[in-house]
């Protein structure tokens, strides 16, 4: 027999999944999110060690990183699409990326990275690529979300029109 506890625990298992589902769209962000927050601090940890007037760069990335990693938080709460923080900080950090791999072949390298010895600065510049890339694919992540295109919103959409 059906009691409405069961019932009521059921619609509530069912709210929290669909929850879920919204939040798990901007999987991808948030884990992204959480490798440029620790790289951005390693990196101005080393150059403040350093005593290099640059590390205000990764400084600067790791604070707005911060209220990049806010919104994904409330993401869980809020359903709206608009990701605010996260496409200018994305494009940021592709921009710093692309800064990187410019200095890369001038004297400029050794103020953005004094910690790199001669064979090490192939490995950073390998590592400034990959983070390029990570952001381009995380602007393209974030324009399917804005405009409602992405593929987790259509299973959720399924997911709605079944347990309706």
């Given at each position: 027999m059906v009691t409405p506890d069961k019932i009521a625990l059921k619609k509530q298992k069912q709210a929290t999944?669909?929850?879920?589902?919204?939040?798990?769209?901007?999987?991808?962000?948030?884990?992204?999110?959480?490798?440029?927050?620790?790289?951005?601090m390693h990196w101005a940890?080393?150059?403040?060690?350093?005593?290099?007037?640059?590390?205000?760069?990764?400084?600067?990335?790791?604070?707005?990183?911060?209220?990049?990693?806010?919104e994904q938080v409330r993401k869980y709460w809020q359903r709206d699409s608009r990701l605010t923080y996260a496409k200018y900080f994305y494009f940021a950090q592709a921009l710093v990326n692309l800064l990187g791999i410019g200095s890369y072949f001038t004297?400029?390298?050794?103020?953005?990275?004094?910690?790199?010895s001669a064979s090490g600065s192939v490995v950073m510049l390998i590592y400034l690529i990959l983070g390029l890339l990570g952001c381009v694919l995380v602007e393209r992540r974030i324009s399917q979300i804005e405009s409602n295109q992405d593929r987790a919103l259509k299973i959720i959409r399924e997911y709605e029109s079944i347990i309706k």
């Open positions: 999944s669909l929850n879920t589902l919204y939040f798990n769209r901007y999987l991808l962000i948030r884990y992204l999110s959480a490798f440029y927050v620790f790289s951005n940890f080393l150059l403040i060690g350093y005593h290099k007037i640059t590390a205000i760069i990764p400084l600067t990335l790791f604070i707005a990183s911060i209220f990049v990693v806010i004297v400029f390298f050794n103020e953005l990275f004094p910690f790199m």
